[in-house]
């Protein structure tokens, strides 16, 4: 088995770390070996809104002709969302499959690769709000198969994949559930420096990644009037990873780790990955006027009692709900340097009093196990298993243009 960036090191760390309390249950720094239970999917927020259009239907975008409005039928009763009636069926008659890279269905796990772990949840860093698996994709611009360079692009997506606070990753893909976010990054790259700052939008809020799989990952073939036959090619994967959000006194921050690919390359790079990193996180108060380069047609439905967090103010931290809406705005600034996260991942002196983990190592042990779910499946064509994709349709995860 072949050895990651961070592995070797860690398992010789962790023959130092089995100590267990007298009880025979692990300690709260045991994360490796912590007890787990009957495994469960996060459960999704369902915040009251209307349906919207999102910045892929509203969005101008260079050479790109107009997309087809995606047709969902958002949950009428208590807490509605917009959730693919599709994906509701599959849920409800237990449809669980998964794609391997070769192409072929074969049936899930029915607990996926997440274990709940009730000492991993109670060692668990209080300023960690959320955490979870990220994905980032680019798509080529109109007629562009193959992109060379950051100009080629059309825009670079991120994915935030929430997992249970407790949630440990054991092997096998991970479980579908109606609890991801899309978010667009129009200026392509994320913030490489710390003066470095960028908008990014919601553009699906609570989704799950087969209703991803139908409306967004995939290319389209339209016809216009001047060009004849244009292609919108499919979404590229360029990274896999673990994240964190996590609340300081006065700041919310992004942090993650990059999985796959294993080793980051010039793609990666270009567009501001690292092999982990962190941005400062706020979220925009819609009624509040923005740059007149970075407004949207319509921004969030926000209920009242999100829209009094705001007090006023034009920017504040972001919390997890507020990115579970259509449209929401976010601001992300670098910190930090390669190697170094800033102070995303500090811990509180609350929990150092209460001998609870750091947000670090929390981070450290999921990424870990991500490391050891991704060899033991297929690599870094892992990211085709979790989205239920075929490679064959889709391009590998580049670590050059």
Known sequence: MPETRRSSARLAAGSDSNAKSEDGSPTAGDKRKADSSVASSPSAKKPEKKTQKTIEETAPQPESPTKKEEKTKPDEGKGGEDVDMKDSEAETTGENKQISPDGDAKEAPSNGAVEESPSRAKAMPSNIVEKGILYVFTRGRVGIEEPEGVSDLQRTYFVLRPLPKGAK???????????????????????????????????????????????????????????????TPPVIPVAEGVYAITELERSTHLAYMITIPEKIGEVQEDLGLMDKGSFVMSVKNPARPGPANARLPQGPDFPDEIMKEFRGLAWIPVKPHHLDYANVQTLLIGEGTEGDVGKALDQTKKDAKQDKEAPGEEMEALEYEDEQRVQHLHGDDTVFDDLGISHKDYPKVPTTW
């Open 169 to 231: 990753l054991t092997d096998g893909p991970l479980e579908d559930a109606p609890t991801n976010r899309l978010f667009a990054i129009p200026k392509k790259a994320f913030p490489k420096r710390r003066s470095d700052r960028l908008m990014a939008f919601t553009e699906k809020g609570p989704t799950t990644i087969k209703n991803l799989k139908e409306s967004f990952f995939g290319g389209e073939q339209h016809r216009t009037a001047t060009r004849g036959k244009r292609e």
